[in-house]
């Protein structure tokens, strides 16, 4: 056991022995506002472990367990400085991923928390609200945060179902988002009570290949930049995310084959360090939707896959979302989800991809959370991106599908479990095309 896995694994375990005896023997919550806030500061504790067991066409098994420790650090300074609408936020992990047996093979990462063997820092921005009209934020930020996000899809551990694979593909080392945010600018304007446009420029290159411990602040003209747009609509959103957040919830995004360097790029996540609320207004839950329809562009020069293409292309897509709340009573609600997304396929692996799924949330007496999800994805390979594939002599079917079902239940306000179930069509694994089935838990921990 290397040091990232004796280090988030001690802490995960010093965190169950002392939060799950006060949850469970004494059937009450434990209370960030109580414990880890004060006026001015809020603090989030997570501690994640996945372990999945995962099988391929070729009857080969492979067990591979994960873990990830975050510190995350909210500051209003309105509240501490009377500057008014002022806000300071930074989080900080530490992960690790091991295959506990045949680690010569390369099956599919199936984890949204897989970083690498990492201690880094994550976050770390301002962010100054504007009246009531929108907000401006500068610094090392995830995109993902704001930008293509589907409050549902959260609750899934596969990567396909968060960013779309073919924004998340995009660039030249992938978007900045988990694990690798970059420096950027956003700004957010509320046109009225229920429209937003927001828009961000960001860092080309988040990170360093080389140095995955290592962020790389800064914007540079040969590394250009990423400009990304959005305008939705939503309502109800305030009352949704009391229902839908529970320890352990991430934003995800899944992997592919880099035949350049034959790693694996992470479609890189947003981690939202959420805490069980108090069962809210299902009629106003009802009331949930969200659709928004966003553009991205990168400044630099992309190299095409075709041969035959003259000079450098640029690189550029789009994505459509919505979500609804389709029916609701006393202690149940149904939501479904979509999503559809584009990229340009000179320069891009993913021409096009969707997704759907439906995710059933149910209330317990004690008031906690239990829901199951279930949903698929589809990513279809660009031609030029295929045919340079074939060249190499490696295998690649014309799309991957991807479907997942998971059933997550929470013990108390800081302890939860999901059970998983994942099938993969077609995974690209460099030189073969095989189907994987993977089972899967995850245990987490939230202050």
Sequence with gaps: MNRFESVSSTLFVLLLAVLIPFGVAEGTSISSNKLLSSESFIFDVNAIQD????????NISDLQSLGLFALGFTVDLNKLISWDGLCFHMNGITAYSRHLYNQEIELAELS???SGNTIKLQ????????????????GVYDLNSEFDVNLLTGTFLNGSFGMGPDFSQSGKNGVPTFPDPALAFRIKINLCDNIYLQTAISDGVPGKTEYPSVHDIGISEDEGALLCTEIGYRTGVERMRSVHIRPGRFRQHGIIHDSKSRRHHHWRQKSQYLKKKSMPDNLICRQYE????GIWYYSADFEPYNNNVVGDVKSWGGYILGEKVLWGR??????????????????????????CGIVLYSFSDQGNLHDLGLAIETSCFSKDYRQKMIETDQQIDRQQNVIEFYWGFQINDTFMLQPDLQYIVNLHEGWSTENNLALGLRCAVSL
């Design 290 to 293: 969200k659709a928004a329809l």
């Design 123 to 138: 976050e770390l921005w301002l962010k100054q609200n504007i009246l009531e009209k929108g907000s401006l934020l500068l």
């Design 330 to 355: 006393s202690s149940q609600l149904l939501g479904g989800f979509a999503r559809f997304g584009w990229a340009n396929p000179r320069v891009n692996p993913i021409a096009v991809s969707w997704s």
């Design 112 to 114: 949204n928390i897989q």
């Design 51 to 58: 372990i999945f067991e995962k099988y391929n066409d070729r």
